[in-house]
């Protein structure tokens, strides 16, 4: 048998390597009695960035703290590359983090504070000097190792931070709400920066958000907390598209609750009754069961709802109240009747100017509902 051969061999035997890099087993964290994560379970894949999003309490840092090593859980377990590290402490776990305040030592510079994970871990100088280097050509701060942070802009200390982390070569990063000391326009470049060195490194990254553009743009994949537990995880897109779970729908962009009634079924489609109008959708679009009669809600985003000229079919009518120019689109909110249940302002988003030239406000519009782009939700369940 040639060597190569002998390789292989030995290598078939191994099992495959795990593409999990981060998993979290039914964990559960409380503080006194009070309950923040509830037998939460989570894989996290090798290379990718996800995003845990949520409002303000969910539990996303406490959760990025169970992963760091932080916090402890009280219940369940905690896996970093397959090895169980749950009652490890947080310097055993080789992993990097960038806090919301970056959290520098104000006392030593630039150099010194990137390479303070390299010198608590005996790691010799000349090599520390040579990563040290590495770290801050790759962040761009290359001529600023000798200043101390109150001399550096928000945005080079967060460089700093990210250097910081970076530097001890982490199995995975961290972010905890990085981005939220920065203004507008520097936290859309270092999203754009931070993404590609992540990238670059195929580095396993969670990063902690309530900002719901933030993880739009940034994530391969987004979980969706409420209240201690993930409502959704899935890339962006199919997040977006598609969500499971009306607080997801909500949470994820401004969405349109129509309130109808199920109907009945006719092959795969569902037919729902809205006002005096009958619709007919997928029966993939409607998420849960329904019986005849019970109350369902439509979900439509207003990029979804397309104007047209009122006609007998049309599935909603109403007068136009008022059109706000965003720039790069255009909210017009229309004031619709929905005949048996309530007025309601229905928002409609369009490209352009020329839904604000044709239908100008107090006209009376009729909209059109797509058949993709709507969710539908039994609030019973
Ligand atoms: N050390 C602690 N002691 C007691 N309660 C805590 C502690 N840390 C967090 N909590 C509580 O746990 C819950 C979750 O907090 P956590 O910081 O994880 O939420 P979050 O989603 O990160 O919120 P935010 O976006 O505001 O940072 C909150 O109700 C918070 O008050």
Known sequence: MSAVNSNTAVQARRAPASDTAVSLERVVKKY??????????????????????????????????????????????????????????????????????????????????????????????????????????????????HRKPRELSGGQQQRVALARALVIQPKVLLLDEPFS??????????????????????????????????????????????????????????????????????????????????????GSDIQLRLGSALISLPRARLVGGSHSGERLDIYVRPEHIRFEN??????????????VFQGDHINTFVDVDIPMTARQVVTVRSAGLGAMQQWPVGSVVGLALPEDGISVFNPQK
């Open 32 to 145: 006194r009695d009070q309950t923040v994560l509830h037998e939460l379970s989570l894989k996290i894949k090798r290379g990718e960035f996800l995003t845990l999003l949520g409002p303000s309490g969910c539990g996303k840092t406490t959760l990025l703290n169970l992963i760091a090593g932080f916090a402890e859980a009280d219940n369940g377990e905690v896996f970093i590359d397959g090895e169980p590290v749950t009652s490890e402490p947080p310097h055993k776990r080789q992993i990097g983090i960038v806090f919301q305040n970056y959290a520098l030592f104000p006392h030593m510079d630039v150099e010194r504070n990137i390479g303070y994970g390299l010198r608590m871990r005996g790691v010799p100088k000349d090599e520390l000097a040579q990563r040290v280097k590495q770290a801050m050509e790759m962040v761009k701060l290359d001529g600023l190792g």
């Open 181 to 266: 000391a920065l203004d507008k326009s520097l936290r859309g470049s270092m999203q754009v920066e931070i993404r590609e060195i992540q990238r670059r490194l195929g580095l396993t990254t969670v990063f902690v958000t309530h900002d719901q553009g933030e993880a739009l743009a940034m994530s391969d994949r987004i979980a969706v907390m409420s209240a201690g537990a993930i409502r959704q995880i899935a890339s962006p897109a199919d997040l977006y598209q598609n969500p499971q779970d009306p607080f997801v729908a909500s949470f994820l962009g401004d969405v349109n609750i129509l309130p109808s009634h199920y109907h009945g079924q006719s």
């Open 310 to 323: 009122l006609h007998p079919g049309s599935v909603l009518s109403g007068t136009v109240v008022n059109h």
